[in-house]
DNA sequence: AATGAATGAGGTTTCATTCAT
DNA sequence: GATGAATGAAACCTCATTCAT
């Protein structure tokens, strides 16, 4: 549906407008985006631990504008993630129309695995390493879990991979190898073995 | 329920005494080791947030008496995780005997990750996650990075596990695996499936 | 629901206009009376604690246009406050033209102890209660003080009073009453009895 | 049962030590009544919106001893009145031996509110006046109202107080009264016509 | 040497008030 | 004039660390 979610998507005022009506709202959204921008990139390199008025300072805001929009750090922390396990979501139901559903599925794995390794940023909370929001970051991962269930399924189904695993350990593969990708800075490059690795492990054996 | 947790062991020492000439030092010691234990044990189960005060209390001493021991909450987990690396360590040398490389360090990769995925202590001292006590982090984890090189070369060059990975990678996928474990906590009796995929993955193929 | 609350009176101004012409000024008066009754309304049922924000959402407004018209929350607390001192005057004059002065005493007393028992606006400016807006509660408790010596004065003068006590005594009783009963809510209906201790304890003896 | 409450109460170590073990104790009970007191003053004096800093400034202790001491201000607060109505409550007590039931209750009334009167602080907390704390006061005065209770059946029983009013009516126009005069200071004397009042309107007719 | 009470900096969150649109 | 997003001072509370006993 293309729904509007947190980032900033196209607004679609600039097709329609002959006057200017609802300006202000424009802003308060850049600056939810920037909230959150700011919120992804102080939580990646600092940890959850920060102070909300770090995001603030880095989003250009003052304190009470964060809480305006998130009324709670954890809330604040729920949003990013959000954000972007979005992405994850889609990539997956891309694929899902593939005609060879073990390429899918590995093809799925790599990508999002190559992917974090550039952002690496929000590996953690997609995980929800740190213990307190462990509840939230879990909550919301249920959704990454639904779409790759699907790609696992077929891809097994297919005989491409090994009938002994679910869902739950593909993503437990996958987070893990973002997390320890986050600490190792700069080897970004060697990704490729790793994720060759996991697919090898993960395919089903001809005998 | 005073009773030695995890991994450490009794000391014989105050067995012997029957006089008490020096007493005071042999308390202070059999107080230095309860405060490991219970650090060790409520480190594993809470993670590093967890307050001083806490582990006072399983330990059964005063908050002074583990300052006086351990001036600072990272200088205690540093305590706490020297004893993990002289495992980590003597583990490996065990293995280095073993009569097949490949088998050695597939073992090695199962124990680590065994051990590790109901200890958050571990995880977070060998995945350097949870900020501030980085330089303790990087200590054990490098030695993990040591023994971890000589068994995979030895595994390597036996032909049992495949050429193109490094040492590095291979501890990403340990560390990856832990902290992706940490989460989905109860369901640590699936983790056999997990550790088959990696060791599979890493197993050199035939062609 | 956009009813007139409680004690305020529709303006008939704006049945006469057809035309348009200074239609914004009758528009910020409009908003001007339904931002006091906003904040009668709340400040009565929630006290002096709410936020602003609430008071302009009960009164349609945004919380800008409070700012415009009552520059300050002690100001429109005054605002308030000064629609009931009013309401005493008036209250109280009208009782002053009684035959009976004793009984024109009587039921000011009763009269201000029931309006004012599900009040906590009255009560917070009559008692002088929840800090800060000393000022304001001032104001209205000196007039209250006036009033009550009138009719006070004139009941000890008709022997229906007794004669040893003052219009700050009676004052203290009538607060007093009005604040034990802001915490026993719900229990309203019995301050009949409490208005009839009250009454009898200050009827002048027969002997 | 004599029983150790919250403020200090003689220390039975001054009769039976010897040696002095248990030294440091003392300092802490010290402590927790100087706060208490700190509280109390601070409390009456500016209202529930005191900031904590301000008692332990008052106290001469740092934040954290307050918060040690009752981890809520909620808490603190219901400490402060619980010392107080203690007060009361054996007051009350010590009267129910009395002959004269209608006299032990009317004397009860008017010590209850002479003491008030010059105490003045606490009567605030006593009543639950400002909003959000009322909770706690409610719980805590149940105290009081059933010694009331007490006190007010026998007087009813012996024909000497009116049969149409119970405890909680009582307790509203003691603590009323008590509230009222916190309000104006300096008039504690005329008291004694405020308590003739209610005295006399509690009095059963004759008729 | 042991104890645990005291400390206070630092973190989260609220809300009266301002100001750009 | 109206709006409501933004602001930031100030309040509550936590916890690593110190220090008197």
Known sequence: MNSHQDGSVAQPD?????????????????????????????FAAEGLSVRI????????????????????????????????????????ESLLDFDDPGEAFFQYISRVIEEGAANKALTAAVS?????MKAVATGISDQLLDVLSKLLECAQQSGSVRADIGAEQVKALIVGTLLAMEQSAGQADRSVVIV????DGLRARPD
Chains 1, 2, 3, 4 share one sequence.
């Open 128 to 132: 929800g390493t740190e213990i307190d």
């Open 53 to 92: 008025e770090e995001i603030a300072r880095h989003a250009g805001v003052g304190i009470g504008t964060v809480y305006r929009n998130f009324p709670t750090k954890e809330l604040l922390f729920e949003a990013v993630i959000h954000r972007y396990q979005q992405k994850l979501v889609e990539e997956a």
């Open 14 to 42: 600039s097709l329609v407008n002959a006057d200017r009506p609802k300006s202000l709202r424009v802003d308060a959204q850049r600056n939810r985006a920037r909230i959150l921008d700011a919120a992804h990139a102080v």
């Open 196 to 199: 060759s690795v996991i697919c």
